[in-house]
């Protein structure tokens, strides 16, 4: 990820605690977002901004938090405020404040980033270069939920967790932490190139690890939920049969049984006390969805950020071996044939799915890689005439109203394979081969080519057969080299979405959630290390 | 009003609010302070920004019950108000069986983590700072990238059993990552201080430099086992995970006890007492060293004190929850704030001279973790990593990842170093031998 971090659970900046019920109030009207927004928008042209946009924002969070038969802690958050970002004097200034609600407040908040504009704009060289974006006039966009997780009583998730709780405890786990995280954002974007967009999304992620402990030798293996978070809401908690891919162990789609992947989750913990440890060497690898994510985002995704190619990151999570002169030579063979990525920000339940960005873009959906050839990055309005665009891609996201917007990672997907191909078809043509589910350890160098991953559940294939559970499974690879070593891609009925809920980036460090979808894919002869140590 | 309250000016607060209280218990932790940053990339600043925040959180307890309710208004009307709201949560929330009633008085050590210089920060200043930083790049032509944070906190808490404890600290942490014009070659320093005016960005930043115009060409070697030289940066991290900060992390004691940590005993128990790596690591924290002052207590009021954890190998304490402590029947050590490793004399020059073959070792980065059970963590080498022989650096070398666990590395323990702060502690330089790179990157 970014800094590389899934992080650890983070809250917006000033969020403050509240009564679960205050999640349920309404935020302000849209009609007193326009006028406060105008308000902003008007000092700011008046002070002397070429440009300005504003963001009021509304941030909730709902997190449950337990182990075995406690729920261990219950946090409601909610955040409030307005970021002003402005062009003066050809340089970006930002300001934001908290709890904004007078006009006066506005036009102080945009007086305050016009001012910063300025003050900066003595240092700077080139001025800024924002690509032209037409104004949609009101419009809106919310996320396709059926049932708002805020409005379900705390009881029923806390009794959820802890109805899974027990089932894992019932089927071997020794211990068990199980979580739900909840977020709706309410944001109001407003530009002067006339825009004003309400937006309402929501994510979701339940998910826990369960603990199996052998005695006798001491030692402990777990296994972490195969679900997905999502942009989606309570729905995603009630599956339908349609949503299972059934196979070595059940997989979940549009909709998680979170009790039924807890008790296959706690009898896999206590097989892989006597699975076989695998043999270090060179392996074929059948990578399901719900590990593929991780790779495409930390192999993919990241490298394909345009600020990182310039250097913008070099400081923190890096630079990209993906440089624009690979970009330009039109032909710099990021993977095989099979390789198709994309970037998309209109995917339906995914993380990052928006209907305009944090800087008043449409979203929309573009090729990264086409048949295996770098076609183009993730960039925004003040990047994209460095590739020769005239128009953002929308891919422009603050993680909070306090937080200045830049260039975030849209969720980008491997495309399913053109041809008919099914798992069970995939794995009979493998003679030496591990299949691994889930997603677990992972590292990637700063310029994003050599990697290591692990899985929750890796099995080994033999003559084209599934013989069994390995453990101590991690694979090492290069982007490029790994990418080029598809020799198979699942066709669509396979697709499925992963994601990262927390993916850091920046300093000070922003969050950001975005989704990795791709069907069951096939690398030819990839190098798996043992990492069992005694100590 | 201002953010940075005195010890007064806060406990009148907390007192106000206090006496609202109607549940069994009541605490209240108030917070405060200002924050600033400058980020640059490419040899110019790309973002600024300062921000300050004043917060009241107000913890309310029936038996086994608790709820929390936060404020950033305080006026009598709002505080009474946030306590009300508490109390109703609390009453709402379901019982947690491992609730510990809140603590009485305390006795606390004086530490010292302020300092004025830092809390005067000006916007002017940290222009400067970064100006320092970029101008001597510009002039060798080199590209530099570089954050520097700053925070004035103070913290107080207090509850209705008569606790009372207030700390304010001050931090700076700088870094820069330079870049020779091709991308061929790349140097980071990094500083962390609590007094601002024993940083100086123009040092740090020549360190990068002289690293990036070194490491230019890196040659491949084979991976396997190597001796290496570790610095400070590539044993505890200011921005990421690190491998001495992991463990340092890992040594709860209910994970030991629960059979699922590095440290708990094959049939059960815990390791504690039993000697686990080689005898010249010894660990401790102690708020009150003056190069690392950390605050005087914990964030559930319990006191910082000197604690050994490692003591010549030997596992001497680990830290418990106040519940798990009182279940096991001893005394409830805090996690401590910062920690201490102890080293030798050595300078980081000495320790090349005496190294017949070796690496060295600028920084990691992206470790994660890879087996909790022996603390097997991944991650790369970044920034500057150099062969040595015959007691000097021969050639840069291009980056590698290692597996390995820093147990197994404090066993392989070769010399120690001269401690430097890093990320609030202090640790020495290592010499390590067979640790274990096991791919190449070709990362710059």
Not at chain 1, 34 to 47: G, I, Q, V
Not at chain 1, 149 to 178: M, R
Not at chain 1, 457 to 469: C, D, H
């Amino acid at each position: 990820m970014g800094a590389g971090s899934l992080l650890l659970p983070s809250l917006p900046a000033f969020s403050r605690t509240v009564a679960p019920e205050a999640l349920l109030e309404p935020g302000l009207d849209v009609s007193v977002k326009k006028r406060l927004a105008d308000a902003a928008l008007n000092a700011a042209k008046s002070k002397g901004a070429t440009y300005a946009d504003v963001r009021i924002g509304r941030y909730l969070n709902q997190f449950v938090i337990t182990r075995e038969d406690k729920v261990e802690n219950l946090i409601n958050t909610e955040s409030f405020g307005v970021g002003v970002r402005v062009i003066a004097d050809g340089c970006w200034g930002f300001a934001a404040i908290v709890d904004a609600r007078s006009e006066t407040d506005m036009a102080k908040a945009a007086e305050k980033a016009v001012s910063i504009a300025k003050a900066n704009a003595t240092l700077m060289k080139t001025p800024v270069q924002l690509a032209p974006q037409k104004g949609f006039g009101e419009v809106s966009w919310k996320a396709p939920i059926k049932t708002n997780a805020f409005e379900v009583p705390i009881k029923e998730k806390a009794d959820l967790l802890l109805t899974a709780n027990s089932a894992a405890l019932k089927n071997g786990a020794n211990f068990v932490n199980s979580q739900l995280f909840l977020v709706n954002e309410q944001k109001y974007f407003a530009s002067t190139d006339g825009t004003y967009a309400d937006q309402d999304i929501h994510r979701i992620w339940p998910t826990f690890t369960v603990t199996a402990i052998d005695p006798k030798t001491g030692k402990f293996e777990t296994r972490q939920a195969l679900s997905a978070p999502m942009g989606m809401s309570y729905d995603y908690l009630q599956a339908n049969p349609t949503d299972k891919i059934t196979g070595i162990t059940t997989r979940y789609n549009m909709g998680y049984d979170i009790l039924e992947d807890i008790t296959a989750a706690a009898k896999q913990a206590k097989q892989k006390l006597s699975a076989k440890s695998v043999e270090a060497g060179k392996y074929d690898l059948v990578l399901d969805p719900s590990h593929t994510w991780l790779t495409i985002h930390e192999s993919v995704g990241h490298p394909l950020e345009l600020d990182r190619v310039l250097g913008y990151e070099a400081n923190f999570a890096g630079t990209s071996f993906a440089t624009l002169d690979k970009w330009e030579s039109k032909n710099f063979q990021y993977g095989s044939k099979l390789v198709n990525f994309f970037a998309d920000k209109t995917q339906p339940n995914s993380l990052g799915a928006v209907g305009w960005d944090d800087e008043g873009v449409e979203t929309q959906r573009w090729d990264l890689v086409k048949d295996g050839i770098l076609v183009n990055y993730q960039a925004i309005r003040d990047q994209v005439h460095i590739i020769g665009e005239t128009h953002s891609q929308g891919c422009c996201y603050a993680d909070s109203w306090s937080s200045v917007q830049f260039q975030r990672m849209a969720n980008v997907s491997l495309a399913a394979g053109k041809t008919p191909l099914s798992v069970a078809e995939m794995i009979k043509d493998v003679e030496k081969g591990v299949y691994i589910i889930g997603d677990g350890s992972f590292s990637i160098d700063q310029q994003r080519y050599n990697f290591q991953f692990g899985g929750q559940l890796f099995y080994e294939i033999k003559n084209g057969q599934i013989v069994g559970m390995l453990k101590d499974v991690a694979y090492q690879s290069n982007t490029r080299e790994f990418w080029n070593s598809c020799v198979a891609v699942c066709d669509q009925r396979d697709f499925r979405l992963g994601g990262a809920f927390f993916d850091g980036k920046g300093q000070p460090m922003q969050s950001n959630a975005v989704s990795h979808g791709s069907t069951t894919a096939r690398f030819k002869g990839v190098n798996v290390i043992n990492t069992a140590r005694k100590i | 009003m201002t953010t940075l309250l005195t010890e007064a000016e806060a406990k009148r607060i907390i007192d106000k609010v206090l006496s609202f209280s109607k549940a069994d218990e009541l605490s209240v932790n108030m917070s405060g302070g200002r924050r600033g940053n400058i980020r640059y990339a490419r040899n110019a600043v790309s973002t600024s920004g300062e921000s300050t925040n004043l917060s009241l959180a107000v913890t309310a307890a029936f038996g086994k019950k608790t709820g929390t309710a936060t404020i950033n208004e305080f006026d009598d009307a709002s505080l009474e108000k946030t306590v009300r709201r508490a109390e109703e949560v609390a009453r709402l929330a379901p019982e947690n069986p491992e609730y510990m009633p809140m603590l009485g008085p305390q006795q606390y050590l004086k530490t010292n983590p302020y300092a004025q210089s830092t809390a005067d920060i000006t916007p002017d200043f940290r222009a400067q700072a970064t100006f320092d930083s970029i101008d001597p790049c510009r002039k060798k032509n080199l590209t530099a990238a570089g954050y520097m944070e700053d925070a004035t906190r103070f913290n107080a808490i207090g509850n209705t059993k008569g606790l009372s404890a207030y700390n304010r600290d001050t931090s700076v942490e700088f870094s820069v990552t330079v870049r020779t014009a091709d991308g061929m070659g790349s140097g980071y320093a990094t500083r962390d201080v609590t007094d601002v005016s024993k940083l100086n960005t123009k040092d740090a930043t020549e360190i990068a430099m002289q690293k990036a115009q070194a490491s230019s060409s890196a040659r491949a070697l084979e991976p396997g086992k190597y001796t290496v030289i570790l610095e400070p940066a590539a044993l505890v991290a200011n921005v990421d995970a690190s491998l001495m900060a992991a463990m340092f992390r890992s040594m709860d004691a209910r994970s030991a006890d629960e059979g699922r940590s590095f440290l708990s005993k094959k049939g059960g128990g815990t390791r504690l007492g039993e000697k686990l790596f080689d005898e010249r690591v010894t660990i401790y924290s102690d708020p009150t060293n003056p190069e690392v002052p950390g605050g005087a207590f914990s964030g559930d009021g319990r006191p910082q004190e000197k604690v050994t954890w490692i003591e010549k190998g030997v596992v001497k304490n680990m830290p418990y929850s106040r519940y798990w402590a009182e279940k096991k029947g001893v005394h409830a050590t805090p996690p401590g704030g910062n920690f201490i490793m102890e080293g030798g004399t050595q300078s980081l020059a000495d320790m090349i001279k005496s190294t017949e073959k070796g690496i060295l070792v600028t920084r990691f980065w992206y470790i994660r973790p890879v087996d909790p059970q022996t603390l097997l963590y991944t991650g790369l080498t970044r920034d500057g990593t150099f062969y040595i022989e015959n007691g000097q650096i021969k050639f840069p070398v291009k980056n590698f990842r290692f597996n390995e666990s820093p147990v197994i590395m404090l066993n392989n323990l070769e010399a120690l170093g001269k401690p430097v702060r890093m990320g609030g502690n202090l640790v020495p330089p290592m010499k390590i031998r067979d640790f274990t790179f096991t791919s190449l990157s070709d990362a710059v």
